[in-house]
């Protein structure tokens, strides 16, 4: 259990999906693009790529973690971490967070 003082300190805010692409030597893999309105464009890298095709994600608004340190992985600089749900299956089936209407890349998740 965290507190509320903690949660508060995550930051959550919306993303249009500007570029994606296969991460080279990973099949798990994909490097984003992100647009997050003031806060500018990020690199993310999402373990996403054996349940969406790069170009199906293009134009999307996903829910990004946009206050987490960055990590490098596989040499890529990630600025922050796409939400996603993982089913509780056999095949772990992965669906994005994404938004039911359109709203301005930044928004901030409440």
Known sequence: MIS???F???KLE???VI???KVEGSEKL???KVNLGQDGERTLVA???M???PESLLGKLVVVVSNLEPATIRGIRSEGMLLAAEEDSPEHTIS???LDHPVKEGSRIL
């Open 14 to 16: 919306v993303g249009r």
């Open 30 to 32: 994909l490097q984003l």
């Open 47 to 49: 373990g996403i790529a």
């Open 19 to 21: 570029e994606a692409q």
């Open 51 to 53: 349940h969406y095709a």
């Open 4 to 6: 509320i003082e903690e």
């Open 8 to 10: 508060r300190r995550i």
């Open 96 to 98: 994005l967070l994404t």
